[in-house]
């Protein structure tokens, strides 16, 4: 049951307040002309990013009994994306879906830590796991937190030069993934995204232009819309680029505004953007 239509199994967290996961991801990619079916891992009364205790329910399963009903179906995707998992056998259930979706694209984005430490609530077995599902992807889009996680090192706060970058990079698709992107690099001359695409041998970089303020989901909202320009045809370098200037112009809107950071970032006066982004070609080769 096919459509010239990108159909996309998004398996994330979805809060029901304040920008990130299924509530950035859902939006970004439909304005990118990609049919989107969420498939929760928990539901959340809103993210976790500053806004306290929140009410929580994991979908223990859920992932499993979807994918049985749409295999009774006949119903194909394009695009398998996740993120975030708050369980172990979640995962578990990703990973056996992965063995009879072998034509599927395969993105993983592994949540699991930021600003040189893992979320509080992750355990050594359940970043294992994400270790073990990014390693089956076809594209993963850790920040660099979450790329030394991968790696099973300790973290590195000194500045990437190109030799280290292109070296963390290369490891990182080794291990599996053919495309590898990771946010938030601080290298000697600034901020930048950084990514190999190893099928060209090509790692290049893009700056990103600081905002003194940090916002949650802007992470979904990049890797999200690198899905949906791969999904479109694009090369990674300019599916890159294009995720970095939609998202510099969300985070710039909404600084403008002093909005409160916890709610994230106002993105959806540039959604009609997205169809339209331009090849501009500004990336920089590491």
Do not use: W
Request: hydrophobic letters at 35%.
């Amino acid at each position: 049951m096919k459509t010239n239509i990108p159909r996309i199994a998004a398996i994330h967290s979805l809060p029901s307040f304040g920008r990130s996961s299924l509530s950035v991801i859902i939006p970004v990619l439909s304005s990118m002309g990609m049919q989107v079916c969420p498939i929760p891992t928990s539901v959340l009364s809103s993210h976790t990013g500053g806004l306290g205790d929140v009410e929580k329910i994991d979908l223990d399963g859920y992932i499993s009994a979807c994918f049985e009903k749409y295999n009774k179906l006949g119903i194909e995707f394009d695009c398998i994306y996740s993120g975030y998992f708050g369980k172990e056998e979640q995962i578990e259930d990703l990973l056996e879906i992965y063995k009879s979706h072998k034509e599927s694209f395969k993105a993983v984005d592994p949540v699991m830590g930021d600003a040189g430490k893992p979320y509080r609530f992750f355990t050594e077995a359940l970043i294992d796991k994400v270790r073990q599902l990014s390693m089956k992807a076809d594209l993963i889009t850790p920040n660099l937190t979450e790329s030394y996680l991968l790696l099973n090192k300790p973290f590195d706060p000194a500045p990437l030069n190109s030799s280290s970058a292109k070296s963390i990079l290369s490891v990182l698709s080794l291990k599996g993934p053919k495309m590898v992107v990771i946010t938030g690099a601080t290298m000697s001359d600034g901020i930048y995204n950084i990514g190999y695409d190893r099928d060209k041998n090509t790692y290049f970089r893009i700056k990103c232009r600081y905002v003194p303020v940090s916002y949650p989901g802007t992470g979904d909202i990049f890797a999200a819309t690198v899905v949906g320009e791969i999904m479109q045809g694009k090369s990674l370098p300019l599916a890159c680029e294009a995720a970095t200037r939609f998202c510099e112009r969300s985070v710039k809107s909404t600084y403008s505004y002093s909005s409160d950071p916890r709610f994230g970032v106002m993105f959806e006066p540039y959604l009609s953007d997205l169809p339209n982004s331009k090849e501009s070609g500004n990336y920089e080769l590491l």
